[in-house]
Every structure is written in C-alpha cells, then in structure tokens.
C-alpha cells in the first residue's frame, strides 16, 4: 500500500498532539498499513513535535508495533501456557513447514506473515490459530493446510 | 434509550423505573453467550440462527433472542440458556435453532441431547445451577455477567446497576468509603494482595490537586482471561468501581489501560462509556452530585512488563514501559507526577458488590485474611475448562476435580501453575492448600491475577520452566541487567537440559542463578521471574535429574529425547496417521501395523495426535 501523508495526517488528528497520544496513534498506523512505514515515523515525529528517536524507541519498544512489512493475511499461533501444555509448540513448527518461514517472518510471496502470541485468552479452544482475526481453535497439526488453503484459494477466486 | 443527558439522581431513577416497567419477568427469552470463547466457537451465528428460527415459527408468545456475556463454561459453548426456566443447552450449532425455538417453545419440551452430559457419570442435567462445575462455585461477579446484555446499559441499570456509585457519593463521605473497602478485606486482585483500601487511603492523604484512577486491564499472563471476560460481561460494573473509587480518592480523572489484544472488550468498554456519557454518568456535575469524572481507554501495545504499575503509567505517558524505582509510589507521584491509584479489573468489579451489600456481608465470604470471592481461569490439562468464581480459601483440589471434573482423559494430574510467569507449579500432593495469598506463597508460588493451568504426566516440568523462561526473557524490557542477562542465562541452561545437554551442577546454578535474580531485579517482573524454575526444581527435581543424568524425558514431551514408535499390539493399520506425516517416515500395509522410520522421523508428534486408537507411543 501506498503511503499517503494525508491519511497519516488524519490518524494523528484523530488522537490529537499530545504525548499520551502517540501510542495509540501508532497503533492506527500499524492497523492501516500493517506496519510503520519510515516516512510515517518521521511524520509523528514533526506534526507531534517528539524527537524521532523517541518515536523510534517506542516503536521498537512494543511488540504490536512493527517496522517491517507484513504479509496480506497474519496467521497467529497462540503460544499461551494452556495452548504450550495442549501442543501449540508442535502446532507452530508445522505451520512454520507448511507455509515455509520461520515465526516472526513473512513468506517470499508476501501473502502469510507467521507469528507466535503469548495468549489470546480462550484458553478452552487450545491450541488456538487465528488468521486475520478469526479463531481456528483446537487446531491439531493436520488441519493446518485446510485451514489455510482456504486463504489461498480466496486469493486465487479474488484474482479471477 | 432517553435523548437527553440526565442531570439529577431523580431522574435516572425514574429512567429505571420505566425500563423494569416495560419489562416482563416472565419473558420468554433466548440468551446466548458471546464471551470470546463462545464467540470463537460460533455464538454469534447461532444467535443470528435463532432469531430466524423465532421469525420463522410464528409462536403465540414472543421470545426475545438476547446476548451475554461469559457464562465460564467455556469448554461446553456455545451456550444457550432458556429464560425464564434457566434451561441450559451446550455445544449449540446454528442447525440446531430450528429443533430449540420448535421443541422448547411450540412444544414445551427440553431437547435433550443438547443438554450437558457428565463424562462420567453419562447423566444429563436440564439446569445450569445442577452442574457439578457451576455447583460448587459462588458466583457474585460472575452472576450477573449470564443476565444481562453487555452493550446494554438499560440492563445494568435494570440490575440496580449504579446504585451503589449514586449511594457512595450521597450517602457516605470519601472516608467511609474508603472505610467500607477496608473492613470488607478486600486486597489488590492484581497478584499481590496489598489491601485496597489502605492504597486508596495512601492517594487520598497524598498532596495534590489533581488526582487520577487506573483500572489495569493489561491482562498479560498467558493461560488468564478472567479480566477480559468480566470487561466483556459486564462493563457497567468495571466503571462503577472506578467512579466509587474516584470518588472516595478524590480523583477527576481515570484511565482504563487495556490490552489492544482484546478487540472484543476494547469494544464493550467502548460502547460502555459513551453509554454512561449519554445519560450523564460521565463529565461534570453527574447526576447533580456536584462531582466530575471523565474516563479514557488507553491501549497496550504488547508489552508484558506494563502490567506493572510504574511501567503502565510510563506507557499512558506515551513512553516505552519501562519501570522505575519505588518509592515514590504512584499514590504519592504517579501520572503525570500526580497521585495515582491502579488497581486490577477484579479490584474495581468487586467495589459496586461491597457498597451495595456491605463490609459484612462481603467479610464474612473467604478466610481470615484473603476475603471475598475471586475469579480462576482454569484450563489445561481438565475437563471442566472455563472461569469460575469461588470464596478465597477453597482447596485447590476442589477448584480442579470438583469444579474442574479432574482430567478429561484419564491420565494422572500432576501440578497447577498459579500466577503465570511469576507464579510456581504447586505439586498434586499439596493440592489441599487453601486458595489465598499467604498459602500460595509459601507454597513458592503467588496468587497472581487468577490463571490456574493444570498439568498431567504428559507434562514435562523442565520443558514448562523452559516455557516460561523463554517468555520472561522475551518480555523483559531489559532494564535491570540482572533481569535482562539472568532470565536469558537461565534460560539457556533450562534448553541445553531439555535437548540433552545438560550436565552435573546445572540445578545448583539455576538455584544460584534465580537467587540473584530475585534479590537483584527492580520491579515485580524481575523479581518474580524465577518462581517457575525455582518451584519445579523444589518439587519435580527427579525430573530435571532425569533429563541430566540419563538423557530422558519422562513426560515424553522434549523433541531432542524421545522416540515415536508404533506399538504392533494396539496398530489396527488404519493408516490416518501416514499422509499427514511431513516426512513421509511411515509406512505398512493397510490392516497390518504399520512403523516408523527413525531415521527419518522428526519427532514432531502428529503421528501421536491423530491415532485413535494409542498405538503411537513416545519414550
């Protein structure tokens, strides 16, 4: 997605200059681009009149935030000590092997950023996946490629 | 919903007075429960399949389809209770709305296979109070959470909600309410137990001229969900504490800090506050009492550490969360260098309850000295997983087989992990220790905000410390070297153990190594970051043992020390276990066994996840 300084504009009027503001104003620009592009940064940092380094610090400093470009759809595993003891350990490896990337990282085609969580809270579904938000509970190892054919499949019907 | 704010006590009285009016106690009515639990599991679409249903029937007498929030039975949802009769269906799917809405109306039958079932026992029970899992629970901030509607403030107020808020201020001066809390016992649902009031007391005295409230929402402990499910249940009574307490402090302004993690209860806080807002519970001069409040909802941006209180304030500032010496506490220079109050979801939740009801009636629930009731979030390795809601001094062991109806499959409970990542694994033998404060700690552990995940023999203990040590090291913010370096060196020697290569004198080191991180660390975090391994060396030492001296994992759950095989009794050579096998490493004819080959096997336990009939056996 392109960065436009006007859309960063509105997130930042929408939360205001004050300091206490620049978290959630961070956020709004972490949930429309699905990361912080550098030229946002540097926008917070003058309309906010907060030095860019600090900006920087608190953007590296949270893990919600993120400098990096994301894949379209964010597949999660929870990795909260209730999905750990139902394998959510053995869950990740597999769909760190299905999709090809390691947890953290983002696949070559950009479509699947893969990541681990520490806890979603429903703690009954264990071991918990969620793609783009929407929970995939008592996820054993060989469901995972149904469940995420369906994400590629979507592309493929959206393409044509 | 009135147009107009409301500007007097008299008023939103009378607006109570029509909403009960308009309502019919003998309303048929449909609730389902739409905590995320439920909600994951399909809730919304059986509430949208129900309402058809009722459309479509045409029944004599209107039934009213309603959401709410947590019910705990987590494990069982989606749940939908039958009003007013209290009939209980679990495991509902949007294609069984047309059978309820026919049979339990038209018919005025109970439609039984959707009733619970006890695993063991085999016998099916029509209501909710009859379970054993709701049985032995007393639920006071969880009752109302199954009657009303979250996103409905007609409904909290339909409770009595804010009655409690409008006495406090009319009634009671900010002393007495602050009394009150301390001789109802209640102490910090946070972890740590300090008395509420006292703290309250502590911001009151503080100088200043502006004073703020925060309710701490940053619910971080992986395995507890108990604050978000309250948030998401039952709102209203999260903001009438904090308007209580601001009151009795002294205080104009408030923040609720929340996990941005939780969509769901960000929204339900949300749509709560501009409620209150709407008819005058917010702002200046509410409800002409002459006292003014205004709340903000601040998000966390993933950061384990600002469930502390010095590091929430430094992230409501917009700083990174890094915690900072005490003292000062917050109740003297906290926000903004100002006197600030922090308590936990639960803390504030519990405040309308005693005001309302009473020190007495509150005191006299729990033990001597861990008072009133307290909310679990009980998962892992049990039947019954879900939260509940006992008095504090209830026996763990009757929390977990009781409550929790012991282990679902039959395999042999070993320990309870209390308080998270700063809280220790409790052995079975010690399972007949009281739930409070005092007990837990001397058991090694703490109380924590209320995440208790049980354990099996299919548990390693090593691979658990390990667990928890790799996330304390991700989640230290890196401050205190002995936190940063210490978390990162013990969980090091913790890995080396669990792949095999771990050597005479690594336990003591861990002991040594935990020590100096306790005594050497700055906030709660650091502090406590130890607790998990310090606590399965004290009481599953033969298990780290196990894994030194003879390179084995008893538990079978450490990759690096086991082997999968198929076991030729029991393999009925139904082949599942084959395709989903990534390395292709099994093989047999159909109807014989079949085997694994070791070579080429990854130990990844798939094989062992889809077999049904246990022929997968891991050493």
Redo the contacts between chains.
């Keep these: 997605m392109e960065v436009e300084l006007s859309t960063v504009d509105e997130i930042i009027d929408r939360h205001g200059l004050?300091?206490?503001?620049?978290?959630?104003t961070?956020?709004g620009i972490q949930e429309t681009y699905h990361y912080l592009p550098p030229q946002a940064l540097t926008r917070v940092a003058e309309r906010m009149s907060?030095p860019a380094i600090?900006v920087h610090?608190?953007a590296e400093?949270?893990?919600?935030?993120s400098l990096e470009a994301r894949g379209e759809h964010i597949v999660t595993v929870c990795?909260?000590?209730?999905?750990?003891?139902?394998?959510g350990g053995?869950l990740i490896?597999?769909v760190a092997?299905v999709l090809h990337v390691e947890p953290g990282n983002t696949t070559e085609d950009k479509k699947f950023t893969l990541e681990g969580?520490?806890?979603?809270?429903?703690?009954?579904?264990?071991p918990?996946m969620t793609v783009d938000?929407k929970?995939y509970?008592n996820m054993?190892?060989?469901k995972v490629e149904k469940v995420l054919d369906q994400y590629r499949d979507e592309e493929v019907a959206v393409h044509e | 919903m009135s147009e107009t704010k409301i500007l007097k006590v008299e008023e939103l009285e009378k607006l109570r007075e029509e909403i009960l009016a308009g309502r019919d106690p003998d309303q048929q009515r449909m609730t389902v429960c739409a905590g995320t639990g439920c909600c994951a599991s399909g809730a919304l679409e059986v509430r949208d399949a129900l309402e058809e249903a009722v459309q479509a029937e045409a029944l004599d007498v209107p039934v009213e389809v309603k959401i709410t929030g947590c019910r705990g039975f987590c494990e069982e949802g989606p749940l939908v209770s039958i009003q007013p009769e209290d009939i209980f269906y679990t495991r509902v799917q949007p294609k069984h709305a047309e059978q309820i809405v026919k049979k339990t109306f038209a018919e005025g039958e109970v439609v039984k296979r959707l009733l619970y079932r006890d695993p063991t026992t085999r016998k099916r029970f029509t209501y909710e109070h009859e379970i054993p899992f709701y049985k032995e629970q007393q639920r006071l901030l969880l009752h109302d959470s199954g009657l009303i509607d979250p996103t409905s403030i007609e409904d909290y107020l339909a409770i009595g909600g804010y009655q409690a808020f409008i006495k406090a201020v009319q009634e009671l001066e900010p002393e007495e309410v602050i009394e009150e809390v301390k001789a109802a016992g209640l102490r910090g649902r946070g972890g740590a137990g300090f008395p509420t009031g006292v703290k309250w007391e502590l911001c009151r005295q503080a100088e200043g001229d502006v004073k703020y409230v925060i309710c701490n929402a940053d619910e971080g402990d992986p395995g507890a969900f108990q604050d978000r499910s309250i948030i998401e249940a039952n709102p209203h009574s999260v903001l009438e504490g904090i308007l209580i307490g601001a009151h009795a402090i002294g205080a104009s302004e408030g923040y609720i800090y929340i996990r941005h993690e939780y969509p769901l209860a960000v929204e339900r806080l949300r749509t709560a506050v501009e409620a209150a807002r709407e008819v005058g519970l917010l702002g200046e001069d509410i409800l002409g009492m002459g006292f003014d409040f205004e709340i903000n909802i601040q998000l966390g941006a993933g950061a384990f550490v600002c469930g502390e209180e010095t590091a929430l304030i430094a992230s409501i500032e917009g700083k990174i969360g890094e915690p900072v010496t005490r003292p000062p506490y917050p109740a003297e220079s906290g926000l903004w260098g100002k006197p600030t109050n922090i308590n936990n979801v639960k803390t504030w939740a519990s405040v309308p309850y005693i005001i309302k009801r009473g020190s007495d009636w509150y005191a006299q629930i729990g033990t001597e000295s861990s008072k009133g009731t307290s909310i679990f979030s009980l998962v892992g390795k049990v039947k019954n997983t879900g939260l509940v809601e006992v008095p504090l001094g209830i026996t763990l062991r009757s929390l977990i087989e009781d409550i929790g109806g012991g282990s679902p499959n039959g395999k042999k409970l070993k320990a309870v992990q209390t308080g998270g990542p700063s809280g220790g694994c409790i052995p079975e033998e010690l399972w007949d220790l009281p739930v409070d404060y005092e007990s837990l700690q001397e058991a090694g552990s703490i109380m924590g905000s209320g995440g208790l995940i049980v354990m099996d023999e299919r548990t390693c203990m090593v691979d658990l410390a390990r667990y928890f040590l790799e996330f304390s090291k991700f989640e230290s913010c890196g401050k205190c070297s002995s936190c940063r370096e210490g978390s990162k060196r013990m969980y090091e020697i913790l890995d080396y153990i669990t792949r095999g290569y771990g050597e005479e004198g690594d336990i003591e080191l861990l002991e040594e190594l935990g020590q100096a991180v306790k005594q050497a660390s700055l906030c709660g975090l650091g502090q406590t970051i130890p607790n998990p391994v310090l606590t399965t060396i004290r009481y599953f030492r033969d298990e780290y043992e196990a894994h030194i001296q003879d390179k084995r994992c008893p538990a079978g759950v450490c990759k690096e020390l086991v082997t999968y095989y198929i076991d030729p009794e029991n393999c009925v050579g139904c082949a599942l276990c084959v395709e989903p096998c990534p390395t292709q490493s099994i093989t047999g004819t159909k109807r014989e066994p079949y085997t694994i080959n070791t070579e080429t096997c990854i130990n990844c336990g798939i094989c062992y996840e889809v077999c049904n009939v246990d022929a997968v056996v891991v050493e």
């Design positions: 004050n300091d206490k503001a620049l978290i959630p961070l956020l907060i600090r610090q608190v400093f949270y893990k919600a935030l990795l909260g000590t209730a999905c750990h003891v139902q394998g053995r490896d597999h092997r969580v520490n806890c979603l809270g429903c703690c009954n579904l264990a918990v938000g929970y509970g054993v190892a060989s």
